[in-house]
């Protein structure tokens, strides 16, 4: 299930998308990221990868990151260094009440996730990296579909996996999800500001 591809067409932006970090979820998110092609890319750089099946650990648990995948995670980010970074991940769906209730601030300590449509949900990358790997400036998302996709969101994941294929820039990106998502951006801002400070939506 490990999947790799490089697309390359010059420097930045510089992408890098991950799937598959924790758990069986990697067979669900690999089936987005193999839609995404050369002709998804108009400029910069594009890396894929999927990981392997691994234990199950949160991301949010300080313990993830010294795992044997959170260290592929963490020499993957340090290794390309992206300004544009996607973490594909899948959920259970007794886990959707959960993930987006705005009690996830006390109990998982980050703010909830926000649905764009039919299921999948959108918020930034986990703090222990969004802070300390990232610049303010980058582009930090973490993606949900359920593990079981209707055909319909598998389609809105890949879609918004396109526009960030495709967007040269933060500006662009957030000026295509504005369009589509209005409200959901404007509440990820605000809760990127509640929990970042001055952080721009994703
Ligand atoms: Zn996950």
Redesign the pocket.
């Known amino acids: 299930m490990t999947y790799f591809k490089l697309i390359d067409k010059g420097t930045e932006p510089n992408r890098l998308f991950i799937g598959g ?3 069986k ?1 990697g067979f669900t998110t690999l089936k987005a990221l193999q839609k995404i092609g050369d002709d998804n890319v108009t400029e910069g750089k594009l890396v894929i990868h999927n990981c392997d099946v691994s234990p199950y650990l949160s ?1 949010l648990d300080p313990l993830y990151y010294q795992s044997e995948v959170g260290k592929e995670v963490l020499y993957l980010i340090n290794h390309y260094q992206p300004t544009v970074y996607v973490e594909a ?3 259970k769906r007794k886990s959707y009440p959960k993930l987006i209730s705005p009690q996830r601030r006390t109990k998982a300590g980050v703010p909830p996730l926000i649905e764009l449509e039919k299921g999948v949900l959108i918020g930034s990358a986990s703090p222990f990296i969004r802070t300390s790997l990232f610049k303010r400036e980058d582009v930090c998302i973490t993606l ?1 579909m359920p593990c079981d996709p209707s055909q319909e969101s598998l389609n809105v994941y890949v879609n918004i996996l396109r526009i960030i294929a495709s967007s040269g820039s933060r500006d662009d990106l957030e000026k295509k999800m504005k369009k589509l998502y209005p409200t959901q951006v404007e509440t990820a801002r605000e809760y990127a500001r509640e929990f970042f400070g001055d952080y721009p939506p994703f």
């Open positions: 970090v924790h758990g979820e991301t991940h899948c959920y949900e």
